[in-house]
């Protein structure tokens, strides 16, 4: 069985500029993460999906953070415009209905903003 | 109320030795608080979690202890080996939504 897949795992922009992380989830999982994890510190939630539907952006920054999850499945994480302070990881993880409260997380993607 | 403090940041432990790493919490409402380990350039992965209604649970050589009165948790790693050298995160959670520890390196030296 395939793991959460991000892509891409890296990502260097320079501040100002878009940027846009992708994931797809594990097969039959209908529940979606997205976090940030800055350097030394553990991840924070940003956004959840049940299914299309998110359940919880309360941590999100709405002003330049936007997220989608169209069809249940795969997501995309958007930053626009990136700022030097969004430098981190951004780790997706999804849970299965079954097994509700283990999240099997992603690499994640690391992005430097210059 | 929402926080998780962990400690220490970073723990040296000679191979054979017993790994503790602890954490505290304040809001009585989380009901669910697993331990997850992150090996460099992998995401976290669940290693062991518990419920306030036990007071210990222990996997291999995994164990984690609850104080549910003083809201404290810890991890053991008995026998720890160079293999378990990763960054440990407690957590816990409320309704699915888990607040994380800030983390704690472990470091098993041969």
């Known amino acids: 069985e395939a793991g959460v897949v991000q892509s891409p795992r890296y990502k260097i922009i320079e501040k100002k500029q878009p940027v846009a992380f992708w994931c797809n989830p594990i097969?039959?999982?209908?529940?979606l993460y997205w976090y940030r994890q800055n350097l030394g510190q553990g991840p924070e939630l940003l956004i959840r999906?049940?299914?299309?539907?998110?359940?919880?952006d309360s941590q999100l920054p709405k002003d330049r953070f936007s997220a989608e999850r169209l069809k249940g499945v795969d997501s995309t994480l958007k930053i626009q415009p990136a700022e030097l302070g969004d430098s981190a990881v951004y780790l997706c993880?999804?849970?299965?209905?079954?097994?509700?409260?283990?999240?099997?997380f992603g690499p994640g993607t690391r992005l430097t903003v210059l | 109320q929402q926080q998780v403090k962990q400690s220490p940041q970073s723990l040296i432990v000679q191979k054979g030795g017993i790994s503790i790493i602890n954490c505290a919490y304040e809001?009585?409402?989380?009901?669910?608080f697993p331990w997850y380990q992150q090996f460099p350039g992998k995401g976290p992965a669940l290693l062991i979690a518990?419920?306030?209604?036990?007071s210990e649970k222990k996997e291999g050589r995994f164990t984690i202890s609850f104080n549910k009165s003083a809201k404290q948790f810890s991890l053991h790693i008995m026998d720890s080996q160079p293999g378990d050298s990763a960054t440990y995160f407690c957590?816990?959670?409320?309704?699915?939504?888990?607040?994380f520890g800030t983390g704690t390196r472990l470091q098993v030296f041969p």
């Open positions: 518990i419920r306030p209604d036990v």
């Open positions: 097969s039959g999982h209908n529940t």
């Open positions: 999906y049940e299914n299309e539907e998110a359940v919880d």
């Open positions: 993880a999804s849970t299965s209905p079954v097994v509700w409260n283990e999240q099997f």
């Open positions: 957590a816990a959670s409320r309704s699915d939504k888990l607040i």
């Open positions: 809001n009585t409402a989380f009901d669910y």
